[in-house]
Structure formats: structure tokens, C-alpha cells
């Protein structure tokens, strides 16, 4: 059984850059069903997809945030690695990493989440 | 990009209800469309996938239908578990958007 979890700085100050890594056991990264992807969850508010990276490293992610975002991962370590600029406060928000098998259309096993809040 | 809309954003239920929650896409998804449980303070869970297609564990009384732009998922009879949130999500050459939520609520 996968399992996937999120870890990362708890707060980040206004302009900084965000390092969020998903770290996957059970699986290896480069099995043919470990898509991961990132979603994001501002408190009370909707989910909102922000990148994916395929088994083949195929990386794709939100049109609103692609300028901001860089998805890798590090099959070595089973860690997949989110980068989000020029963070700002409306970014706050519950960040989830998530198992997205290719050709499966959603995403079947999900980590924990990790709240991040952007505050001076 | 492909906009995902759910109605109601707000269903005021009671146990052993028959609910239906609609989600249309702006473009066609064809059946790639997923439909996820969150419950307060928790990870969402997949319930269906392909727009049918029932995750394993999932009870039966859950079901979707649908296929292009528009989709429903059906709780045939409603359990006191079953008061939460539910997404729709949709997946489109890499790309995936998510609905704005349907907040299922205790009559």
C-alpha cells in the first residue's frame, strides 16, 4: 500500500520561496502508476491543482501558477519536490501531495497535508 | 483552461435521502471525471473515477454517471458518514481542475 507524505516549513514570510517535498513509500517512483501531483486548499475555501509529474518525468501544471511553480523528483530518494515563488499571504493554504496512477483520471491515495501560512 | 461548476454549493439533507450533486465541465472531459469525499480537517478521499467507476471499499450506495460535460454523482441513500464535502475533478491532457465543492449538510 502507498503511502505519501508532505513536510515543509510551517510559516514563510511574503516573497519567499516555498520548498514542500512528498515523500513515498510503498512504491517506487518510477513505477508505471506513480503519478504524483500537488493540490493546494486555502482554509475554508476549495481544492485547487497546482502541478502533476508523471512516472516518465512528463511535468505539467496550473496555467494561473506556472510562472510561480517547479515540480521534481528524486526517484532515488521517493521524494517528489514542489517550488513556489514570490509566496504571499492569499497563499496560504493546506498543501497535499497526492498518488495520480496515468490513465486513472484522479488521484487514489493522498498524504496528510501540510498548513502553510504566509505571514511577515 | 476547463472550468468544473457543481450545484449546489450547499444540500440540506436528511438521513436515508436519496442526493444528487451535479458537475458540468466548460469543455469535454470525455469520462475523466473523479468525484472525492472530504470530511472536516481531512485529506479528501477518491470515491469514483472515469466518471463510473466505484474505488474499491467505497459503499454501493455511491454511484456516478455522466460522460462530455455533464456528470452527477448519486448517494442513494444517505448515512450519518456521509455528511461532508464532495469535489469533482476533472482530468484533461494533463491538466486537472477541481470543482468549487458541494457542502452536504444535516437537515
Known amino acids: 500500500q502507498v503511502t505519501l507524505k508532505e513536510s515543509g516549513p510551517v510559516l514563510v514570510k511574503p516573497t519567499e520561496t516555498l520548498t514542500l517535498t512528498c515523500t513515498v513509500s510503498?512504491?517506487?517512483?518510477?513505477?508505471?502508476?506513480?503519478?504524483v501531483g500537488w493540490i493546494r486548499q486555502p482554509p475554508g475555501k476549495a481544492l485547487e491543482w497546482l502541478a502533476h509529474i508523471s512516472p516518465d518525468d512528463e511535468k505539467s501544471y496550473s496555467t494561473s501558477l506556472k510562472s510561480r511553480l517547479t515540480i521534481s523528483k528524486d526517484t532515488s530518494k521517493s521524494q517528489v519536490v514542489l517550488t513556489m515563488t514570490n509566496m504571499d499571504p492569499v497563499d496560504t493554504a493546506t498543501f497535499y501531495c497526492?498518488?495520480?496512477?496515468?490513465?486513472?483520471?484522479?488521484?487514489?491515495?493522498w498524504g496528510q497535508g501540510t498548513l502553510v501560512t504566509v505571514s511577515s | 483552461d476547463i472550468q468544473m461548476t457543481q450545484s449546489p454549493s450547499t444540500l440540506s439533507a436528511s438521513v436515508g435521502d436519496r442526493v444528487t450533486i451535479t458537475c458540468r465541465a466548460s469543455q469535454s472531459v470525455s469520462s475523466w471525471l473523479a468525484w472525492f469525499q472530504q470530511r472536516p480537517g481531512k485529506a479528501p478521499k477518491l470515491l469514483i473515477h472515469?466518471?463510473?467507476s466505484l474505488e474499491s471499499g467505497v459503499p454501493s450506495r455511491f454511484s456516478g454517471s455522466g460522460s462530455g460535460t455533464e456528470f452527477t454523482l448519486t448517494i442513494s441513500s444517505l448515512q450519518p458518514d456521509d455528511f461532508a464535502t464532495y469535489y469533482c475533478q476533472q482530468y484533461n491532457s494533463y491538466s486537472w481542475t477541481f470543482g468549487q465543492g458541494t457542502k452536504v449538510e444535516i437537515k
Open positions: 510503498g512504491s517506487s517512483l518510477s513505477n508505471a502508476r506513480m503519478g
Open positions: 472515469k466518471a463510473s
Open positions: 497526492a498518488r495520480g496512477p496515468p490513465g486513472y483520471g484522479g488521484y487514489d491515495s
